[in-house]
């Protein structure tokens, strides 16, 4: 099994990213109470640590070998130059902030989530809206297998076959109307399941939970985007945002939201959880461009988290040949 466990000096968590004035607040509502905290491990500090040391590997694939096949041709258009992260670092190093805020203890945290039965409402500015019972909809839509790059704004990167069909087909399945200019994406909101989605707002703001992201519909209707079903031959696991999630491959991590529950078309830019959280850090669009620094660290460089090579990052994460038209102008 290798070694998951990266070092922690090159990662940038997403949550130092809530904005500058919640840590102020909570750094001066702590200091209020009269208790002391220490400069940067301010959040470290109140999380407990991850739980993957403790458990077994065997935990782990036991879990992942029980996932059903799929079966999906590999599309020979989308290959990639680099090498495949392997599966037991793709399931074990996750951002899915419903679980928690560390990265190696989701796929424990998110064995909770119930993933069937479920559906995928696609409604908003369409003449055919629907409920798609998630079954029926794998059956019925294209699939297919690509080997993409991942570009988290955090800086690291990864390469990975997912399963799954280009949203174009299921949105022309709905018959979008004039007045579609956006599409929006909703995760599931159960905090039974995943306790953070509960967390009382505690010194600040509270995470606008459920998760949502969105396109335009130039964007959504672009032959990369992929809604995904499947990775490595196998059905996702909930780590990686099982049952069906979005994969837009020339934007940064954020924006391929997981376990989507609602696909709406709009009039208007759709409100997003990291923009919300963060509007100066977070963008609506999102592009991977090596360029365009993050407020607070460079993002020229990415951190491959298989062979661990840090490697220079490429504008809209190599796919400028497929996207750069969307941005003319
Ligand atoms: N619902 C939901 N979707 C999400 C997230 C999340 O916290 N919740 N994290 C995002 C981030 S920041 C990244 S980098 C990717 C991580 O996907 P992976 O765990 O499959 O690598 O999922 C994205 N989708
Ligand atoms: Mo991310």
Redesign the pocket.
Known sequence: MANVHLKKEWMLP?RMVTPEQVYITRRQAISALGLSVIGGSLSAGLFAPGLAEAAPSSRFEATYSALPRLKAARNPKYQVSDPLTPMSI?GK??????FSREKDD?WLKAEKLTTRPWTVEVSGEVKKARTFDIDDLIKRMPMEERVYR?R???AWS?TVPWAGFPLSALLKAVEPTSRAKFVKFT?FMRPSEAPRQGRKPWFGQPEPFP?TEGLSMAEAMNELTLITVGIYGRALPK???API?LIVPWKY??K????VVKIELTERQPATFWNLLGPREYGFVSNVNPRVPHPRWSQAFERDIGTRRRKPTLLYNGYEEQVAGLYKG
């Open positions: 997403e793709v190093f996750n951002n899915f902030y419903e989701v991942f988290c704004v955090e990864m995760t998760y780590q990686n945002g999630r991590g954020y391929n939201i997981k376990s």
